[in-house]
């Protein structure tokens, strides 16, 4: 399994960024892709994910309302449009992709992951 996301940048508070996760070389029918957020310092932490066998969206507490979670499955390819961006969003952004996903927000339940992309919002 390969994921690459990309989108990450600069952006000023109130600004948008829209991440990609391309996900590629894996053969599973149900997946989750999740999106993750590790600011320095900090625990990793989940922000939003996808199940792609029912479509349901998942978002934390933080994001829900500025952030929006989309997926193309025709270029396997889950976005995350981020919008209002706040100081306290600044984090490598990271996607990633299991199978048995219970709890869609728990990192240690996903095998694979992306490298990660910067973002980084001045106030």
């Known amino acids: 399994v390969q994921l690459v996301e990309s989108g990450g940048g600069l952006v000023q508070a109130g600004g948008s960024l829209r991440l990609s996760c391309a996900a590629s070389r894996f053969t599973f029918d149900d997946y989750v892709i999740g999106w993750f957020r590790q600011a320095p310092g900090k625990e990793r932490e989940g922000v939003s994910a996808?199940?792609?066998?029912?479509?349901?969206?998942y978002y934390a507490d933080s994001v829900k309302g500025r952030f929006t979670i989309s997926s193309d499955t025709a270029k396997n390819t889950v976005y995350l449009q981020m919008n209002s961006l706040k100081p306290e969003d600044t984090a490598v952004y990271y996607c990633?992709?299991?199978?048995?996903?219970?709890?869609?927000?728990?990192?240690?339940?996903?095998?694979?992951w992306g490298q990660g992309t910067q973002v980084t919002v001045s106030s």
């Open positions: 996808i199940n792609d066998s029912d479509g349901n969206t």
């Open positions: 990633a992709l299991d199978t048995r996903v219970v709890s869609p927000y728990n990192p240690y339940e996903y095998r694979y």
